[in-house]
């Protein structure tokens, strides 16, 4: 029994992380509409560029340097995601193949300056002391601390996007954009300002995954690819451009790779694309996505 339950924990913790990165791509790509393939880059580059800030301040034993880190990686993930959008993006609007493959090249050059700058050895960060060592779970036992937060950062994240999306006039112009772009322009909304700061908040969040991510396992090359996958069965499974369905996503991929890893390791990557699979060909919208008109 506490086996099951370690195994559902782990699965549940992973999920968190998979929401983390997932929801920004959902953001990107399931409401705006733009076909992001560096979403997995940013999540990169803001774990190597918040490694870079976190390491000095760490060995020199200051207590914010996992703090610093997070923010530095955040920030740059947001303005790297803001540039692209501005600078590359933007006037290819319904122009998936061309997005494609631009964001494919770009994520490419950024996985080749990492490795020619960083190195290939895995880095990791350390959390700081108030969320390090492990805690007691009721039929668990000992289990990592940071982990556990790791839920608690995802369920933040899920509840402000909920209440930005349905309860700030931002969101309202967002989901007013993503049903008919021409009136929202009509009505004198700009329209690529708000597509800016979406693409800067769904980055922001592939960062904070990156931070978060690499304190809960190492940092190093191809994540950017695992990641990336990762947030495309996720948004699939719980249908696009709905958080809430991002979350059922996450939850069950994440499950289904620690119980698939617990009862036959070899195969547990089949079991996440069966459900994906499974899915296209009961409710191609995903399971909470709306239909296209």
């Given at each position: 029994m506490e086996l099951a339950l370690t195994v559902v924990l782990n699965g549940l913790t992973l999920a968190a992380l998979y929401f983390i990165v997932a929801s920004g791509f959902s953001l990107i790509f399931g409401l705006m509409r733009t076909v992001n393939m560096a979403h997995g880059a940013l999540y990169l580059v803001a774990g190597y560029v918040g490694y870079a800030v976190f390491e000095p301040l760490y060995d020199r034993d200051l207590w914010y340097a996992w703090y610093a880190g997070l923010l530095?990686?955040?920030v740059f993930a947001a303005v790297a995601g803001l540039v692209m959008q501005q600078v590359f993006l933007g006037w290819m609007q319904g122009q998936e193949l061309r997005q494609a493959l631009v964001t494919i090249g770009l994520s490419i050059i950024v996985a080749d300056q990492l490795l020619a700058h960083f190195g290939g050895n895995p880095r990791q960060?350390?959390?700081?002391?108030?969320?390090?060592?492990?805690?007691?779970?009721?039929?668990?036992?000992?289990?990592?601390?940071?982990?556990?937060v790791q839920i608690g950062i995802a369920l933040a994240?899920?509840?402000?996007?909920?209440?930005?999306?349905?309860r700030t006039r931002l969101g309202l112009m967002i989901r007013a954009g993503v049903?008919?772009?021409?009136?929202?322009?009509?009505?004198?909304?700009?329209?690529?300002?708000?597509?800016?700061?979406?693409?800067?908040?769904?980055?922001?969040?592939?960062?904070?995954?990156?931070?978060?991510?690499?304190?809960?396992?190492?940092?190093?090359?191809?994540?950017?690819?695992?990641?990336?996958?990762?947030?495309?069965?996720?948004?699939?499974?719980?249908?696009?451009?709905?958080?809430?369905?991002?979350?059922?996503?996450?939850?069950?991929?994440?499950?289904?790779e620690q119980v698939g890893q617990a009862l036959f390791p070899t195969y547990s990557v089949v079991l996440t694309f069966v459900i994906m699979v499974v899915v296209l060909a009961l409710r191609p919208q995903g399971l909470m996505g709306r239909a296209l008109p």
């Open positions: 530095a990686g955040v960060f350390f959390a700081p002391d108030a969320i390090f060592g492990s805690s007691w779970v009721p039929g668990v036992g000992r289990y990592p601390t940071f982990r556990l994240v899920g509840i402000g996007l909920w209440l930005l999306l349905n049903d008919d772009r021409q009136m929202l322009a009509a009505c004198g909304i700009r329209v690529p300002v708000v597509a800016l700061a979406v693409f800067a908040l769904g980055a922001g969040l592939a960062g904070l995954a990156g931070v978060v991510g690499s304190t809960a396992q190492p940092l190093a090359q191809g994540m950017d690819g695992r990641f990336l996958l990762i947030s495309l069965v996720v948004v699939i499974v719980g249908g696009m451009g709905s958080i809430v369905g991002t979350a059922v996503g996450a939850i069950l991929i994440g499950l289904a």
